[in-house]
């Protein structure tokens, strides 16, 4: 079965102390993966997309990392407006239309 | 460009009231549409995807159902709401047709539903 696994849950860290949040997936088939970031009672935004292992995407201090079995998201020296929650998603082995999204990560980061 | 449209933002129901919610985009012809719902802390369960007028297909068995009357438009109905229906509900469109492989979603900005 297709599943999108996010780890930690949730993450408290000091503003400029850096780390990365982990999205594990179980896809036949990969056709993508995507990032989203949510603030609390908004809809997701994209943030970026990867589609192939090795490849990696970068936006302001985000940095989106991808394996055959996981991506990674990278925030460096991260700042309070970074808070927020971020959604990894992946499209099913069976329809490429239909996303599955991972549970998130709840980011909060400490000025 | 183009631009998702959700309302309303905020809704309160009693048990076994009708519900109606619209989504509409603009800026693109044939897109595919989605209705996703979020539980509180939760990640999001995709309910109901169209990839063209009068196509809808469901993913989870429920009190709810989904028209697309129109090409940019998306609805999400039921006749008699439950109180296991309260939650975070996000329309989404993406790139249709032979664009639509790897398209990403883009999200409105969602109806917060609370069935009392």
């Known amino acids: 079965e297709d599943q999108v696994t996010q780890s930690p849950e949730a993450l408290r860290l000091q503003e400029g102390e850096s780390s990365s949040l982990n999205c594990s997936y179980t896809v036949s088939g990969l056709r993508g993966l995507f990032w989203y970031r949510q603030d609390p009672g908004k809809g997701p935004e994209f943030l970026f997309t990867l589609y192939s292992a090795g490849e990696e995407k970068e936006k302001e201090r985000l940095k989106a990392t991808l394996t055959k079995k996981e991506s990674f998201l990278h925030i460096t020296a991260p700042k309070p407006e970074d808070s927020a929650t971020y959604l990894c998603a992946v499209p099913k082995s069976s329809s490429a239309s239909k996303i599955i999204f991972g549970s998130g990560t709840r980011l909060s980061i400490r000025p | 460009s183009q631009t998702i449209h959700q309302w309303p933002a905020t809704l309160v129901q009693p048990v076994g009231s009708p519900l109606s919610l619209e989504c509409t985009v603009e800026?693109?012809?044939?897109?595919?549409l989605y209705w996703y719902r979020q539980a509180a802390g939760r990640g999001l369960q995709l309910l109901f995807y169209?990839?063209?007028?009068?196509?809808i297909s469901s993913e989870v068995p429920q009190n709810l159902s989904a028209s697309r009357p129109q090409d940019r438009q998306f609805i999400l109905s039921s006749k008699k709401l439950l109180l296991s229906d309260s939650g975070f509900y996000l329309c989404a469109w993406s790139q249709g047709g032979a664009s639509s492989y790897n398209s990403p979603l883009h999200f409105g900005n969602g109806t917060r539903l609370t069935v009392t």
């Open positions: 800026g693109t012809s044939n897109p595919n």
């Open positions: 169209s990839v063209g007028i009068g196509q």
